[in-house]
């Protein structure tokens, strides 16, 4: 298989038109325990003219083993990073999608915390749909970009931060709830998984509005 490394030709044609770009990609939706995480990278001109980082790819093409070390040198790359969360129970409330835009809205907020202005800015959101704008209170510009995870390297970025935040998150769940084996699969539906939920049940950090001790094995 030939792995596709990001560029940054999009943002750079992008950073003629706009001030800034954050670029935002989820992790963790078709878990089926533990929060959805959205990352953000943020983008000017000045940065859009230094050299990707070395390994940097969508967070899927990284191993386990490299991620911590790729995400380090994303978020060192990048002119500001956050990640952004909604719970297991967050989304049993109002969805997945409400989720994920909720967890956008804060990466957002984290970003702006640091600096980031919204004047001027364009959101790239990772994917086909807008998941983000219904739940702002502001007006923002989004751009949709179906596989910018694999694609535009701000995106990338944005990928492996949020994998590697909600991975570590995950690792930490288990020493409460070992029986799970979180630190193994991060919350999907292993047959491990799935064995534990029918044997002890769900815990609080599973998803139970979801189908889950019959849900197909999600990878």
């Not at 995480?37 to 390994?55: E, F, H, W």
């Not at 978020?75 to 990073?81: G, L, M, R």
Request: charged letters at 25%; aromatic letters at 6%.
């Amino acid at each position: 298989m030939t792995v596709v490394a990001p560029t940054l030709t999009l943002e750079r044609k992008l950073l003629a038109e706009y001030d800034l770009i954050i670029s935002l990609d989820e992790v963790g939706r078709g878990a089926l325990a533990g929060p959805v995480a959205v990352g953000a990278s943020v983008m000017d001109a000045a940065g859009s003219r230094r050299r990707v980082p070395q390994g940097l790819r969508d967070s899927k093409l990284v191993t386990e083993k490299r991620r911590p070390e790729v995400a380090a040198r994303a978020a060192a790359w990048v002119q500001a990073s956050g990640v952004g969360w909604a719970t297991a129970a967050e989304i049993d409330d109002g969805g997945i999608m409400r989720a994920l835009g909720l967890a956008a809205s804060r990466a957002i907020d984290a970003v702006v915390a640091l600096g980031a202005s919204l004047d001027g800015a364009l959101v790239i959101l990772d994917g086909n749909h807008d998941y983000v704008s219904r739940v702002r209170p502001d007006s923002l510009q989004v751009r949709s970009v179906i596989k910018g995870d694999r694609d535009c390297a701000s995106v990338s970025a944005a990928s492996v931060i949020a994998k590697v935040a909600r991975d570590t998150y995950m690792a930490e769940l288990h020493v409460e709830h070992p029986a799970y084996q979180w630190d193994r699969n991060k919350g999907y539906a292993s047959l491990e998984h799935r064995a534990a939920i029918r044997e002890a049940g769900l815990s609080p950090f599973h998803r139970a509005s979801w189908a889950i001790a019959d849900a197909p094995t999600l990878f």
